[in-house]
């Protein structure tokens, strides 16, 4: 049996039900039909300013709000793959578990971490 999600905000809803829509094929047809349309009006507008304008004006408004959907929806799903991380570096005995929560520490930290597994690492290639 399914958990049952808890209600969400209303950014959330918003944010993933255009963010499944953005990445459907349907979308990317609509975009490439866009701008087939667009390109097509060329001539009847006599390729003026205002037409080139138009889709300058508009890529540049989507653009501009995609980039922050886009970051939501990343910050979203590396969130997720962290806790996930982190509950199986719990859940098994022989893992190290002060590397749980290693996101938060320092840069030095984490290049001192990285240099011990890959010596690890030659060390069971040998």
Avoid: H
């Amino acid at each position: 049996m399914r958990k049952q999600r808890p209600k969400q905000s209303l950014f959330y809803q918003i944010a993933r039900n255009t963010s499944e829509a953005v990445g459907s094929p349907f979308a990317s047809i609509a975009a490439v039909s866009v701008i087939i349309i667009w390109a097509s009006l060329g001539p009847f507008f006599k390729f003026s300013d205002t037409w080139q304008l138009v889709i300058n004006t508009g890529t540049t408004i989507i653009t501009f709000l995609m980039v922050f959907l886009i970051q939501n929806s990343q910050n979203r799903d590396a969130k997720a793959v962290q806790i996930k991380l982190d509950e199986l570096i719990r859940a098994i005995d022989s893992a190290r578990n002060e590397i749980i929560d290693v996101e938060d520490s320092s840069e030095q930290d984490l290049k001192n971490l990285q240099k011990d597994f890959s010596e690890l690492g030659n060390n069971s290639k040998e």
